[in-house]
Structure formats: structure tokens, C-alpha cells
């Protein structure tokens, strides 16, 4: 399909005008649309799946991928939930009178028209729509090619929401060009697209980045630590990480590190090894010389164990399957320092009974989020009670962490007068 960016700028000019209850009710009807229509939307995805299995995609890419009536379920609770949700737009700071009179005060406005550039995961553009329109912006969306199927329901499934409440189709689109000549020319069109959203890897973020004079909000990779503290409750430490890397692996804010304290290591380890094997669990750890002999020395605890000495590579890399890196550290600010050198700033955890040792850790680490005491798998828009994300953005300007409803406005300054002129 074409993308005519002109009528989709027009559309969305509308869209700000419209009232919130219009735009809940183009949600609440999508939601209504996707569970009539779940039959066709499995039948797209097994066609995705199939393509992808022959194509020996990872365990982990199929699982981003694939569809279930429990995640079409899911799919449509966020959208009654963002239905549910106040409307971002609007919004006034307290009218401040200037000593000319004028009266000034701040108002929440869309940004107008969203390029979000995503991989495979269905829900990524469900979830995305439902922001977008929530807050008044119009959608772009171009996904993975091995979504193709999928996301082509997906779309005549949201336009057909759109049109049933009365609310242009052209609000969202989706680019369906396998190369990147149709993302080139929108990367191009400055005046009628005015935020870039790409959710990848680095390679696909360089890209936009250098081929684009468009503001970007970057939802980079997520290399993300679990630290054991020397003052760690081993037992929360091992629940923790469990969660972190193995509730579902192929996620941005799953651990791809363990740094464990020196002094704890060994029992942390024994510890951590004994519960997989409780559980039946199949892990790759990827450890360095000293996690290494200690986990070497427990390794008949966990029968799905695959151990490995790690190489400087994996420090630097989102695995995003069932590997764990695994390093012993010396101290707390070890761990830091670790994390400042590999870690891509977007969710880090650590584990202590030391209220000094995390209030350092809390205030010194360079992420989008930190925790201490709890699993990184909690930043997500939805579990943050944004209604769902956009992305994980890890700059620091304009928004940090989950992109939410707000996040997708800007402010606008709304001066009334009665004739002022500066001299």
C-alpha cells in the first residue's frame, strides 16, 4: 500500500478536534472487532508462524511472534483499559497573569503523525494504535516482514473500528514494503511525519537515526543486569532472577546478566542451580572464570544446564533467549561499573537487605529503571499503570522508559490578551 503522509496529516487535524468519548469508543469497538474476528487473526499469525519455523527463526523470535486466545484476550484488555483511562489531552497547567496581563497557561496537544518502525510482535501494533489514538495521533506502522500476514487483519480490523465510529481510516496505515525504499521516503518527509519511533536493535536505530531529520524516540536493545548483593536474601535473589531471565526470555526488560557478590557466590549459585533443577528449567550460562568453577562444581543440580565460559562478546549482547551471562564482582561499585561499561541503560536490578548499599545503587546507575529488590520485568507501560507502551525509551529527552499516553503529547503555550504589544 502507498502512503499518502498528506491525507494522513489531515486526518489527524481532525482527530485532535474530536471529542475523548468518540475516540473510546473507536477502542472499545476495535476490542469488540478482534475478539469477532480472533478466527481470521490465528489463521494470519499460523501463516506468519509456519514461514517462520521453516525459516528456523529462534525459540525466542517465535514466541515474540506467535498468537493464542489468551493473548488476543490480553491484546483487547488494553484496549478497554486505555478506553478506560483519562484523556492526556487537554490538560492545563494553572492560568499564570503576566504583570502586562496577559494570561498564559500550558495545554496538552498530540504530536501529531507517529512512525513507529517495530519487528514481530502483533501486539506492539494493537497496543501502539491504541495509544496513538487515545492521545490524538495519527499511526504509521511498519513491522517485521515475518508479521506480514498478521498485521495486514490487523490493520482492516483497526480502519474498520475507525470507520464504524465515524473516524477516518487514514488515522493508521501500515507500510508493507519488504525494502526499505517505502521507509526511506517517509523517513524524508519532514513536514508531514513529526515523530520516528523505531523498536529494535541497534543496526535498525543508526539507521533511522542517519537517514532522518524527523525527532526520534529511541527504544534501543535491552541489556539488562540482575546484581547479588554481599547482603542479598539468596533466596528472594534466586526468585528474582528465575523471573528476570526465564518468564519469558525474548522481551526487552528479561536479564541478560547476573553479577554476584564474591563473598555470596557460591552459595548463590548452589542456590540458584538447585531451584532450576527443581523446576526442570534448560538454561545456557555463559560465566566467567570465577562464576564458572562455582557453577562447574553444582552443575549436577541442574540436568538442563549448559555451561560455557563466556567470551567478551556476550557481555555486550541482548541475547534474548534462555543464554545468562553470569560474572563474580568484588564490590558494589564493581557491579556498577560493569553495568556503566556494557549495560544499554534500560532496566537494572539489584538484590540487598542494605538500604545504604541500594539507595547508592538507585541513585548512581544510569537506566531508565531501577530496582531494588524486584524483577526487571516490571517496565511495561501496562504494569507501571500507563494503559500499555509504545516503546522503552532509553534517552533522556522528551520521555524516559515506557512510552505511555502522556508521553505522546507535547505542551502548548495558550496566551489570551486584550491587546498587548511588546515594547
Known amino acids: 500500500m502507498q502512503i499518502n503522509a498528506a491525507e494522513i496529516r489531515s486526518a489527524q487535524a481532525q482527530l485532535a478536534m474530536t471529542p475523548v468519548a468518540v475516540r473510546n469508543r473507536a477502542l472499545v469497538e476495535f476490542s469488540r472487532l478482534l475478539k469477532k474476528n480472533a478466527a481470521e487473526v490465528l489463521r494470519a499469525n499460523g501463516v506468519d508462524v509456519r514461514a517462520a519455523q521453516r525459516a528456523q527463526l529462534t525459540s525466542a523470535f517465535l514466541d515474540r511472534l506467535m498468537l493464542n486466545h489468551k493473548r488476543l ?26 504583570k502586562n496581563g496577559l494570561k498564559a497557561r500550558k495545554i496538552t496537544r498530540p504530536l501529531g503523525v507517529i512512525f513507529l518502525i517495530f519487528e514481530s510482535r502483533p501486539n506492539v501494533a494493537v497496543e501502539s494504535f491504541a495509544l496513538a489514538l487515545k492521545s490524538g495521533n495519527a499511526l504509521i506502522l511498519k513491522g517485521g516482514r515475518e508479521s506480514a ?32 525504499s517505502g521507509v526511506l521516503q517517509l523517513l524524508g518527509m519532514k513536514k508531514l511525519i513529526d515523530v520516528v519511533i523505531p523498536r529494535g536493535g541497534e543496526a535498525l536505530i543508526r539507521f533511522v537515526v542517519s537517514h532522518t531529520e ?6 534501543d536493545r535491552g541489556l539488562c543486569h540482575v546484581y ?34 564474591q563473598t555470596v557466590a557460591k552459595r548463590f549459585f548452589k542456590l540458584f542451580l538447585t531451584e532450576l533443577g527443581r523446576q526442570k528449567k534448560t538454561l545456557e550460562i555463559r560465566a566467567c ?4 568453577a562455582a557453577l562447574l562444581a553444582n552443575q549436577r543440580l541442574a540436568p538442563g544446564l549448559n555451561l560455557r565460559r563466556a567470551s567478551p562478546k556476550d557481555w555486550n549482547t541482548e541475547h534474548l533467549e534462555l543464554i545468562l551471562n553470569a560474572a563474580v564482582v568484588s564490590s558494589a561499585p564493581a557491579a556498577q561499573r560493569h553495568i556503566a561499561t556494557y549495560g544499554s541503560r534500560h532496566s537494572e536490578a539489584i538484590v540487598t537487605k542494605s538500604r545504604k548499599t541500594a539507595e547508592a545503587f538507585l541513585n548512581s546507575v544510569d537506566a531508565a529503571a531501577v530496582y531494588w529488590n524486584a524483577s526487571t520485568r516490571f517496565t511495561d507501560g501496562h504494569q507501571l499503570g500507563l494503559g500499555g507502551e509504545i516503546g522503552i525509551s532509553t534517552q533522556k529527552l522528551h520521555v524516559r ?8 503529547t507535547c505542551q502548548q503555550w495558550v496566551l489570551r490578551g486584550s491587546g498587548q504589544i511588546r515594547i
Do not use: F, Y
Not at 473516524?167 to 508493507?176: H, I, K, S
Not at 533466596?235 to 526470555?249: G, Y
Open 73 to 98: 484476550e490480553d491484546m483487547a484488555a488494553v484496549l478497554r483499559e486505555v478506553a478506560s483511562a483519562s484523556d492526556p489531552l487537554g490538560r492545563s497547567s494553572k492560568v499564570k497573569t503576566l
Open 149 to 180: 500476514a498478521t498485521i495486514k487483519v490487523l490493520e482492516k480490523l483497526m480502519q474498520r473500528a475507525l470507520k464504524n465510529v465515524g473516524l477516518q481510516p487514514a488515522l493508521l496505515r501500515a507500510l508493507r514494503s519488504t525494502d526499505r
Open 214 to 219: 524527523i525527532p526520534v524516540i529511541k527504544n
Open 228 to 261: 547479588v548483593d554481599r547482603a542479598a536474601d539468596l533466596k528472594m535473589a534466586v526468585k528474582i532472577l528465575i523471573n528476570a531471565k526465564m518468564q519469558r526470555p525474548g522481551v526487552c526488560n528479561s536479564a541478560e546478566t547476573v553479577l554476584v557478590h
Open 289 to 292: 572464570k570465577r562464576s564458572h
Open 401 to 408: 522508559g515506557p512510552v505511555g499516553l502522556e508521553a505522546l
